[in-house]
């Protein structure tokens, strides 16, 4: 099956640094890519769609140059926190997309940031 | 809000008992899709039943969709105590895009 890999899966950075997030399919190119924020027993809220070689587009209400993402290859997509502060400690889970008709979504494991 | 309404928000029962849980959503979509997720981890899914489809059935899952009513119930037959975890229904809009529901936390005790 389609496998998504995050990595880091957990970092503790300081404020004001800048982390990045990285979304790999592993074994299918992904023409989309999607990344979500996960407040604890809160829901996913999706943050940004990204296409390869493409601008991503944010959801209302996320700073585009807060979350930077890029989207360099089919099967890479990163997410970088710039200027960190706690309140964006949170889960971020990225999906893959392959078009095969209907946009199935393949999650990664999650990237577990924490803003000291 | 995007975000579609789950109920209940938290769901505790024996082992050997069914769980039901509801979604209801606001726009018209492309289909609808279930997911799991155990505490702290990356999301798992369980199933997917398009705008067209009204029932689906799964191993011990039988997921239902009324696009009059705007709503989809997820139903797991015989649980387990394995079962326990967030359940969260998603909505999929043009371009691919997920909108989750507030999910679900079920509990099965054994």
């Known amino acids: 099956g389609a496998v998504v890999s995050q990595h880091p899966s957990r970092v503790i950075c300081k404020s004001g640094t800048s982390v990045k997030i990285e979304c790999r399919s592993l074994?299918?190119?992904?023409?989309?890519m999607f990344w979500y924020r996960q407040f604890p027993k809160k829901s996913l809220m999706l943050m940004a769609t990204s296409n390869e070689g493409s601008k991503a587009t944010y959801e209302q209400g996320v700073e585009k140059d807060k979350f930077l993402i890029n989207h360099a290859s089919l099967t890479l997509s990163t997410l970088t926190v710039t200027s960190a502060h706690p309140e964006d400690s949170s889960f971020y889970i990225c999906?893959?997309?392959?078009?095969?008709?209907?946009?199935?979504?393949?999650f990664g494991p999650g990237t577990r940031l924490t803003v000291t | 809000s995007q975000q579609g309404e789950e109920d209940p928000q938290a769901l505790s029962i024996q082992e050997g008992e069914n769980a039901t849980m509801n979604c209801s959503y606001k726009t018209s979509i492309n289909n609808l899709q279930w997911y799991r997720q155990n505490s702290g981890r990356g999301l798992v899914h369980l199933i997917l039943i398009r705008s067209n489809e009204r029932e689906k059935h799964s191993g011990r899952l039988r997921v239902t969709l009324d696009t009059s009513k705007k709503s989809s119930s997820l139903l797991i037959t015989a649980s387990r105590a394995a079962d326990t975890a967030s359940y969260f229904c998603a909505t999929e809009r043009p371009g691919g895009k997920l909108i989750f529901g507030q999910g679900t936390e079920l509990s099965v005790k054994p």
């Open positions: 999906s893959a997309s392959v078009m095969s008709g209907s946009y199935e979504q393949y």
């Open positions: 074994d299918f190119q992904a023409t989309t």
